[in-house]
């Protein structure tokens, strides 16, 4: 069996796979929806006790217009801007809510005036996703705590910025103040402190928690090799929800107790996560409620109860992440903050022993060479010459395989139709020219995982998200935008998306075409047809795959040939010698 069959086979019944799952397992894309929320008797704002779903009341109608409904929504409340390097937005000081953030350094799509992502939204506009912070107590205590309609007052910095931390304070008329000092990094780290100071004569046992809401079902990639929705990792577990999986559950419950690990909701690139102090217990929860046809979906954690003493006060710290998932800063906040598990908010997979250090080769590459691009091909040397020796005895066989073609044939011909004498004879032709016919499959083998891992890769990781090649490509995570049957822009007709067939599938498809032509080729001229048709087959299916991928197989395919050229040459030159 040659090497191109082999690599078709193997990629063949993996996009079958592949392919096969996305249409039937892909999650179904709901509308997005909006819900207001959840309070108890008294008003307070918190998590819903373990293994029962919170009641709600129905959210008002949200005008037609998102930037409209938006700029409303933001009125509602007076604010404290947050002004940092990467981040831009407020924290509502009615409710004290972490509900408006955007992302300075990541835009929506490629065009100039494309706007920056915006990751947290207020009650009020189309997509409802924000953050809360607070305490809760059981009902017989009888307490008033900060609710959503609760209005905070500024103690110091009217701007959150790095340095600059912000204390908003409330007092509940009991005998009870509250405290809460919000801290930002230069990326993407909320430090948040709550204090409580209690100047009664008896002691207030509160329970500390955090919640992230996100109201309306957002639309999904819909792909099994990524996940969004709902995550946490309790202990060292990583628990995964998407979010018709929570929609499903029964009850729409799913709870776990852990000490040291954090919960959140996650997109694509997109991160909003709660993170315990990583030495308290706390239950953490992921939620799902249906009202009026109205999807929310919330995470949230319950802290173990602090008791503040008489004429005493006490304090926690917990972390809020909200921004995007960059593999230095995730992997460096778990390091510095002992965050349990946290590069798991990148969806790494499970070939992770392979997709994460292929990362991080191909990312020390780029930054020697300041291009995505160049670092795949880069990259892809580097791995045609850690399986040369391996790649040298398949080339070896595949040479002698070739050279044997002719006696096959006669072979073929003199047996005719008895299949049986046929294998045994071929067999015998192979022992006795020292050929092993399957020596191909190991290197094909090893490299498909490499192959999926850097499609993974490609995928999943931000840095690749509109990282410019050159000349046309100017995102190596989407498809070549270029088309043959619009002669590749001269012609103004957008072609239907299956014909989108660019450039670099192209030169994909006449590399594949150039090394199938140094194979040995099938006895069976039906077999050989058909091998010869599928280097245009896999330039059609591989031309919707991201264009770093496209350029890797196809530098992978240039350099095989030159491989695979030198080899079987300086093979039939030893035949040749004997001869």
């Not at 892909?26 to 929806?33: K, Q």
Request: net charge negative; proline share 7%.
């Amino acid at each position: 069996m040659s090497e191109q069959r082999n690599l078709i086979l193997a990629v063949v019944l993996s996009a079958g796979i592949l392919f096969a799952w996305q249409a039937f397992f892909a999650p179904e894309i709901v509308p997005p929806t909006e819900q207001q929320q959840t309070t108890d008797a008294n008003g307070n704002v918190i998590p819903a006790p373990a293994g029962t779903v919170p009641g709600t009341v129905s959210a008002p109608a949200v005008p037609v217009d998102p930037a409209a409904a938006r700029q409303n929504a933001l009125t509602q409340s007076a604010r404290v801007s947050i002004d940092t390097p990467r981040l831009k937005g407020s924290i509502a000081l009615t409710g004290g809510r972490l509900d408006d953030l955007s992302l300075l350094d990541y835009n929506e799509t490629l065009a100039e005036d494309s706007k920056v992502i915006t990751l947290l939204s207020p009650a009020g506009t189309q997509n409802p996703y924000f953050v809360d912070v607070g305490w809760s107590a059981a009902p017989d205590q009888n307490l008033k705590l900060p609710n959503a309609a609760t209005n905070w007052s500024v103690k110091d910095n009217k701007i959150l910025k790095p340095g600059q931390p912000v204390t908003l304070t409330w007092d509940n008329g009991q005998g009870l103040s509250f405290e809460r000092r919000i801290d930002i990094d230069t990326n993407y780290m909320f430090t948040v402190t709550q204090t409580v100071n209690n100047a009664t004569d008896k002691p207030a046992t509160l329970s500390p928690y955090g919640l992230t809401r996100r109201i309306g079902t957002p639309a999904t990639e819909g792909i099994y090799i990524l996940h969004e929705g709902l995550l946490g990792v309790f202990g060292e577990a990583l628990t995964e929800l998407d979010y018709d999986d929570i929609a499903d559950e029964k009850g729409g419950v799913v709870v776990d107790k852990t000490t040291g690990g954090w919960i959140g909701i996650t997109d694509k690139y997109w991160l909003a996560a709660l993170i315990p102090d990583q030495s308290a217990n706390f239950t953490g929860t992921f939620r799902h409620q249906l009202v009026d046809t109205k999807d929310q979906y919330q995470v949230d954690y319950l802290r173990a109860a602090v008791t503040i003493p008489a004429n005493g006060s006490g304090s926690v710290t917990n972390r809020v992440f909200a921004g995007a998932k960059e593999v230095e800063q995730i992997d460096g906040y778990a390091e510095a903050l002992n965050i349990s598990r946290f590069d798991l908010a990148i969806d790494w997979g499970w070939l992770h022993f392979i997709t994460k250090p292929l990362f991080s080769a191909l990312h020390y590459i780029f930054l020697s060479v300041g291009n995505f691009g160049v670092a795949i091909i880069l990259l892809t040397l580097a791995i045609k010459f850690l399986f040369l020796p391996l790649a040298y005895k398949s080339y070896v066989s595949m040479s002698a395989m070739k050279l044997l073609q002719p006696e096959i044939q006669a072979l073929r011909e003199r047996v005719g139709d008895d299949k049986a004498k046929l294998n045994q004879e071929m067999m015998g032709l192979y022992k006795k020219h020292k050929v092993n016919p399957v020596s191909g499959c190991l290197p094909i083998l090893l490299q498909i995982p490499v192959f999926f891992a850097l499609y993974k890769v490609l995928y999943v990781t931000i840095e690749m998200r509109h990282a410019p090649f050159f000349g046309w490509i100017q995102d190596l995570s989407a498809p070549d935008p270029t088309t043959m049957f619009n002669l590749f822009g001269l012609i103004p007709w957008d072609p239907p998306s299956f014909l989108l067939i660019g450039v670099w599938p192209l030169l994909m498809g006449i590399s594949m075409w150039a090394q199938q032509k140094l194979n040995p080729q099938p006895p069976d001229p039906t077999q050989a047809k058909i091998m010869m048709m599928l280097p245009l087959v896999f330039t059609f299916m591989l031309a919707s795959f991201p264009a770093g991928l496209v350029i890797y197989w196809t530098a992978n395919n240039v350099l095989s040939i030159g491989q695979q050229w030198f080899i079987m040459r300086r093979a039939a030159n030893r035949q040749t010698a004997k001869a």
